[in-house]
């Protein structure tokens, strides 16, 4: 198979179950309907955190017995399974349960192997072009399958049809992935394809000792941020009386803008620098919708601001976690990369939660404000200390 058209299928398969984290922004209208609140979302969501660590932790350990396009297959089996009890559940009871801690398990193996396979195929040089196409796709399932939800909702079927047609695409995705199997393990370099996975305590160590420890650690801020704002859109929406499909419409578009021209930059002279002024304009699109009240037209702006910032800037931040890494560790500094996304991702929703309903929503929008600002800084304070480096070396 030629290179560019197995890079497609495995773009296209990325895409497909990608759609399924998307679907965990509508869980606050699915389990309204059941009965619950913010608090029980949160909650769900911190049981798939913890199942999401573990798969993370031991997808190393998984992929060294079965490999890792086998155990790509086999997370969108996984997912499969946990929407279709999201779909079919009728309470807040042990199916939602169950559902969530599959969610957590298939979704860890999905997102944590799949950049350890591109990064097993591809060069240093060429990982932010890759990782900003396998972002694209990412995005684009994360983005559209809440308007997907939402075109459902509009022509008479409900929140749980949505659990059930990305049920089904996620079948369609293991199938590629087992399809193009063979192909992406004859492309892969011998030194990385013979390269354990499994994560150990003390690879653990030596990565946060390392020059990774930094983009591992605003990963993690990034992420919470993302969920703070992701998670719980309907509810800011609904409050202001807005459409959520046009927050992440937008969102999902510039997003896709960006990184198609991410896919032509390889980093630059100082690429903390460029993550640095997204991260504040992340910053700047949360304090933007503090004041923003029910304006459809700045909620637009919102939306393609947080597109520019967070959207822009992830792919760059994988690219400088496997570029910082110690050569030996790449694949697993790539899973604990993703092991501090998911802490963020799925846990933080649990306060964000108690935030909404104990305080309100505008304290949450500041909380998150505040860990973009942080975050950036981080990264403007790595580049300055690059730059000095170089300068040191020049001497």
Not at 12 to 41: D, I, M, R, S, W
Not at 338 to 352: C, R
Request: charged residues 10%; hydrophobic residues 50%; proline residues 3%.
């Amino acid at each position: 198979m030629k290179t560019p058209l197995l890079f497609s299928l495995f773009y296209l398969a990325t895409f497909l179950q990608a759609g399924t984290y998307g679907l965990t922004f509508l869980l606050p209208k699915l389990f309204e309907n059941l009965g619950g609140n913010e608090k029980h979302v949160g909650l769900m969501l911190v049981i798939t955190a913890a199942t999401t660590i573990v798969s993370v932790y031991y997808s190393g350990h998984i992929t060294d017995q079965i490999g890792r396009m086998n155990s790509l297959g086999a997370s969108g089996v996984i997912i499969s399974i946990s929407l279709l009890l999201f779909g079919v559940a009728e309470g807040l009871g042990l199916e939602i349960v169950i559902a969530s801690t599959l969610l957590g398990l298939g979704w860890g193996i999905f997102y944590t192997i799949g950049p350890v396979v591109l990064s097993s195929i591809t060069r240093a040089e060429q990982r932010v072009q890759i990782f900003s196409l396998n972002s694209i796709f990412i995005m684009a399932g994360f983005g559209l399958s809440p308007v997907f939800a939402s075109v459902l909702e509009a022509n008479g079927f409900t929140i749980s049809h949505a659990f059930h047609f990305m049920s089904a695409i996620c079948i369609v995705s293991s199938c590629l992935f087992l399809f193009i199997k063979n192909n992406i393990e004859s492309k892969a370099s011998p030194n990385t394809a013979i390269l354990p996975s499994r994560l150990t305590i003390s690879a653990v160590t030596r990565i946060f000792v390392s020059r990774a420890r930094v983009p591992i650690t605003m990963v993690c801020l990034g992420a919470s941020v993302f969920a703070g704002m992701s998670n719980f859109q309907t509810v800011f929406a609904d409050a202001r009386n807005l459409d959520y499909a046009n927050f992440f419409l937008s969102y999902t578009v510039t997003v896709i803008i960006c990184r198609i021209i991410l896919t032509g930059f390889s980093g630059g002279k100082s690429p903390y620098s460029v993550i640095a002024i997204l991260q504040y304009t992340m910053a700047l699109s949360i304090i933007v919708f503090v004041f923003s009240g029910s304006n459809a037209v700045l909620y637009i702006f919102v939306a393609i601001l947080f597109g520019i910032g967070y959207g822009a800037s992830y792919p760059i931040l994988v690219a400088m976690a496997a570029n910082d890494a110690n050569t030996e560790l790449v694949p697993q500094t790539l899973q604990l990369f993703a092991l501090t996304y998911f802490i963020g991702i799925f846990g933080f929703p649990l306060l964000a939660g108690w935030i909404i309903v104990e305080l309100n929503s505008t304290i949450l929008l500041l909380s998150i404000a505040i860990l973009a600002l942080i975050e950036a800084t981080m990264a403007l304070k790595r580049s300055i200390e690059n730059s000095q480096k170089v300068k040191s070396s020049s001497r």
